[in-house]
């Protein structure tokens, strides 16, 4: 059985980082894409950060430039390295693995059958 299980969550300053990570236990045969979700309150979830099978790497024009995923697939571990975290960060982050290709780009929650339980950012101004 496939578990999700993120840590690194926390609560920051504006202008400080953290580093999330996502522990990814279980076979999985494929992944045509891996991410990172959030949630703010009162919003809806947003994909913030994916990976492909490619490895290529698409983010939110909200974080681009700030936050960077990367896979160590030795270790079946996905990481966010935020920085320079903003107020607006705040929200439960969420990693997700989708493991059979559908039309969407990785940054669309369409097509996620794994996730986890979600880690909180807190950014204080």
């Known amino acids: 059985q496939v578990q999700l299980e993120e840590s690194g969550g926390g609560s920051v300053q504006t202008g400080e980082s953290l580093r999330l990570s996502c522990v990814v236990s279980?076979?999985?045969?494929?992944?045509?894409?891996m991410a990172w979700f959030r949630q703010a309150p009162g919003k809806e979830r947003e994909g913030i950060a994916a990976l492909d099978s490619r490895q290529a790497s698409s983010y939110a024009d909200t974080v681009k430039g700030r936050f960077t995923i990367t896979q160590d697939k030795g270790q079946n571990v996905l990481y966010l390295q935020m920085n320079s975290l903003k107020s607006e960060d705040t929200g439960m982050y969420y990693c997700?693995?989708?493991?059979?290709?559908?039309?969407?780009?990785?940054?669309?929650?369409?097509?996620?059958?794994?996730w986890g339980q979600g880690t909180q950012v807190t950014v204080s101004p």
């Open positions: 997700a693995v989708q493991t059979m290709s559908t039309a969407y780009p990785c940054l669309v929650d369409r097509g996620y059958n794994y």
């Open positions: 279980g076979y999985i045969d494929k992944e045509p894409c």
